[in-house]
């Protein structure tokens, strides 16, 4: 918890008992001090967890990808040696440096190991790593710790990337949370999820700014095989305030509430039950899933904010990405996207990398954009020109097609839902077995009615 300086609580009651002398302004007084002392514990910092926000701001903010800090995964101010590594962005260098990591490790576990075997260091190195454990271990401390040993790469031009990206859809994100009765500033948290690229995918299938999960998303925003609103900037910026604020509703807290954006709110309820306060939960809570990444996760997001809120501070005199001139509007029937192309003055490049959300089969002419979608244009397409011009290519049903190539984010469920058939016919249709096992690039029959 954040304490007040001695100094100003001294002031506090200095200025207290002149109001209650003179019998004015108490109650205004106390009701300021208590919105200021709320106000800064909307994301409190714990001691417990300063060092692994010092960590990040470093690993954010200092560190390149051209370096790599080996480090004790439970104490990250614990760090043993800052190694190179090949900045490239190619295949080569990430096996070059998979194993340059790997090496390093067993270096300090090596290190590590011999000293629980009562080893006295001798060398310099080797003296630098002792005194990284203060007050004379116990042999167990370092065998515990040769077990706990992580290279964490520098995420220096990552994170700029992420902040420059960030100046074109921030401030309408921070009204977004505001509109839900939320702290404005959750609006970085894309900034450590996905660094505001909204083409972001991970190797788990998350996708979009905010990287929800397909199983996430589709409680709040429409997953299917003709549109994947994760990658919505806008639409999933509201599919995250409903999950944070039910998050924190369910958990009272923030830190809490935004550790279970990453482990998930049954993961951090049933730790809550058993730990009740976020430092317990810190320091003792462990679980199959509850690792590195969830422990971290509101230390890593306390960081972000802090770096991206002050980037000049870290990153001198960059320039932000300014709001887009953009039209949305909010189609009236199906429309296939050739069809705009050609009757709008934009091309559909420049249609498909405006609308993310609007999945493969739009754009190459298999199925057409929903009723209902909001579409985002370049700012010279007026909503009146858009009346106009689509109003007789609306199509009054999807187009049907006998196949269907399957992409990321599939399933059998959501393409039969899409195309309105049984997901029965279609496994039978395909062959596909019980489990109803699909792969990428996979092509399909459609049950056509």
Known sequence: MTRIPRH??????????IFSVFNIGSNCLAESSTSQFKEAEV???????????????????KYTRAQGLVHDMDDLSRIYEEIKLDP??????????KETQKEAIKKYKRILLAFSKGKVPETSQEKKIAALFPDKPKPEIFKLAAERLRV???????????????GALIDEFKMIFKSYGLPEDLAYLPCLESAYDIQAYSKFGAAGLWQFTHYTGKLFMDINSVVDQRRDPIVSTHGAAQLLKKNHETLKNWP????????????MSRAQAKHKTYAAIYTNYRSRSFKFASRNFYPEFIAARNVAKNYTDYYGDITLEKPGQQTRYKVKGFVAATDLAGKLPVDLETLQAMNPALRKPVFDGTKYIPPGHTLYLPKHISSNLLDKTLEPLYCTAQNPSPFHRVIKGDTAGNIAQAYKVPVTDLIAVNGLGKKAVIHVGQTLKIPLK
Request: net charge negative; charged share 15%.
């Open 8 to 17: 100003l609580v001294c002031s506090y009651v200095f200025t207290f008992i």
């Open 43 to 61: 994301f409190p910092v714990d001691d417990l967890i300063k060092p692994n926000v010092t960590f990040w701001t470093n690993v954010f903010s």
């Open 88 to 97: 490239s962005k190619t295949e080569d260098a990430a096996l070059a440096n």
């Open 152 to 166: 964490q790469t520098g995420l220096k031009e990552h994170f700029m990337e992420g902040v420059i990206r960030s």
């Open 256 to 267: 809490l509430a935004i550790t279970a954006y990453n482990h998930g709110l049954c993961g």
